[in-house]
T-cell receptor, first 114, second 112 residues
Framework: GNSVTQMEGPVTLSEEAFLTINCTYT??????LFWYVQYPGEGLQLLLK???ADDKGSNKGFEATYRKETTSFHLEKGSVQVSDSAVYFC?????????????WGLGTSLAVNP | NAGVTQTPKFQVLKTGQSMTLQCAQD?????MYWYRQDPGMGLRLIYY???????DKGEVPNGYNVSRLNKREFSLRLESAAPSQTSVYFC???????????FGPGTRLLVL
């Protein structure tokens, strides 16, 4: 079945450091891929998404490229800020018609120190 | 536009008590979802509703029931709470043809 694997945390960085959070997937067909972010005490919100191979999603300085050849969707940011401290979830959409569900990774906690 | 709202924000129950978690969305979305979030387990789908009048089980439905009261509201009921149901519960919704799910702020439930 479909699955998502993302790197374990926690990840601790200093402000202005480069961030990579790895995400790989297993899926049949051509799923859409997502990164969601959960700030402390809040619900999840969409950070970025990509719907087909070689698409790049971007938002708030974060980027991720849909790589079908390596089945990956790694999240990157060139210079993190303290306000980026959150839990990041990678997910894929099973695209199964109207019962469309998301398959979730376990989340990666990021802490950015000033 | 409030988006997805959940009540209560926090609840403490004793083992065996019952309660209903409420969720409402004002985005005219067709699909709604209930998840639980536990440390090290990520998000697990409890139940979902593809449209008004339909509900289906997710990964972890045991011990829960749901009601899609109308297009806006999707409630989750614990008939006899157990300590294993201590968790943070999130409701989400999705529009017809869309892929993005929109989440509520969550309900933190502690079962003693």
């Amino acid at each position: 079945g479909n699955s998502v694997t993302q790197m374990e945390g926690p990840v601790t960085l200093s402000e202005e450091a480069f961030l990579t959070i790895n995400c790989t997937y297993t899926a049949t067909g051509y799923p859409s891929l997502f990164w969601y972010v959960q700030y402390p005490g809040e619900g999840l919100q969409l950070l970025l998404k990509a719907t087909k191979a070689d698409d790049k999603g971007s938002n708030k300085g974060f980027e991720a490229t849909y790589r079908k050849e390596t089945t990956s969707f790694h999240l990157e940011k060139g210079s993190v800020q303290v306000s980026d401290s959150a839990v990041y979830f990678c997910a894929l959409s099973d695209n199964a018609g109207n019962n469309r569900k998301l398959i979730w990774g376990l989340g990666t906690s990021l802490a950015v120190n000033p | 536009n409030a988006g997805v709202t959940q009540t209560p924000k926090f609840q403490v129950l004793k083992t065996g008590q019952s309660m209903t978690l409420q969720c409402a969305q004002d985005m005219n979305h067709n699909s709604m979802y209930w998840y639980r979030q536990d440390p090290g387990m990520g998000l697990r789908l409890i139940y979902y509703s593809a449209s008004e009048g339909t509900t289906d089980k997710g990964e972890v439905p045991n011990g829960y029931n749901v009601s899609r009261l109308n297009k806006r509201e999707f409630s989750l009921r614990l008939e006899s709470a157990a300590p294993s149901q201590t968790s943070v519960y999130f409701c989400a919704s999705r529009g017809l043809g869309g892929e993005t799910q929109y989440f509520g702020p969550g309900t933190r439930l502690l079962v003693l």
